[in-house]
């Protein structure tokens, strides 16, 4: 019954170290996203891309980028991991099922880290 | 103002309450709402998607919408220890299937048996 996955569950990594967070779905579906959820402040959106190799950020994009090579696979990179960025990640894919029924899915998460 | 308000908690009820989750939003443009179940050290999973105002009934679960308050609801009848999680109420434009989602902060429900 997988549907999203997410590389790691845990992830310790050192401030100026490069991450890459994976993630893959076996839905072919169309959206993925990445979000991080902190205390108090809830899920907020990174980045989403729509299609193979596009990509649009959202709320806070900065110090992240993104890459979707295939469809069901895509990456979040920090380029230099801070502190600030330490995190849960969960990265998640939505499209449309059978009769056209609205799907989303989540991934595990991954806790990130960064000392 | 945040976009979308939820209370917290921690709300702990016995087994078997009624349980009522409330949410408000202030863009009146949302069209889509959704609700979430969050487990400890788990992603959010799909519980419930309504599209404008009215009722939606899933078994046990009913979500409420009252756009002319802005105002969101989730029932849980019979309620479970296994319903213990943080729940998130999302909206939506929706006007394409990928458009963004903004969350709530979450309330955190504890059903004591």
């Known amino acids: 019954d997988v549907k999203v996955t997410q590389s790691s569950r845990y992830l310790v990594k050192r401030t100026g170290e490069k991450v890459f967070l994976e993630c893959v779905q076996d839905?072919?579906?169309?959206?993925m996203f990445w979000y991080r959820q902190d205390p108090g402040l809830g899920l907020r959106l990174i980045y989403f891309?729509?299609?193979?190799?596009?990509?649009e950020k959202g709320d806070i994009p900065e110090g992240y980028s993104v890459s979707r090579e295939k469809k069901e696979r895509f990456s979040l990179i920090l380029e230099s991991a801070s502190t600030n960025q330490t995190s849960m990640y969960l990265c998640?894919?939505?499209?449309?099922?059978?009769?056209?029924?609205?799907?989303?899915?989540f991934g595990p998460g991954t806790r990130l880290t960064v000392t | 103002q945040k976009e979308v308000e939820q209370d917290p908690g921690p709300l702990s009820v016995p087994e078997g309450a009624i349980v009522s989750l409330n949410c408000t939003y202030s863009?009146?443009?949302?069209?889509?709402f959704m609700w979430y179940r969050q487990y400890s050290r788990k992603g959010p999973e799909l519980l419930m998607y309504?599209?404008?105002?009215g009722n939606k009934e899933d078994g046990r679960f009913t979500a409420q919408v009252d756009k002319s308050s802005k105002y969101i609801s989730l029932f849980i009848r019979d309620s479970q220890p296994s319903d213990s999680a943080t729940y998130l109420c999302?909206?939506?434009?929706?006007?394409?299937?990928?458009?963004?989602?903004?969350f709530g902060p979450g309330t955190s429900l504890s059903v004591i048996p």
């Open positions: 309504t599209y404008s105002s």
């Open positions: 891309s729509y299609d193979v190799k596009m990509k």
């Open positions: 999302a909206n939506s434009l929706g006007e394409t299937s990928y458009d963004k989602v903004i």
């Open positions: 998640a894919s939505t499209g449309f099922g059978a009769q056209e029924s609205y799907e989303q899915y």
């Open positions: 839905m072919d579906h169309e959206n």
């Open positions: 863009n009146s443009a949302f069209q889509y």
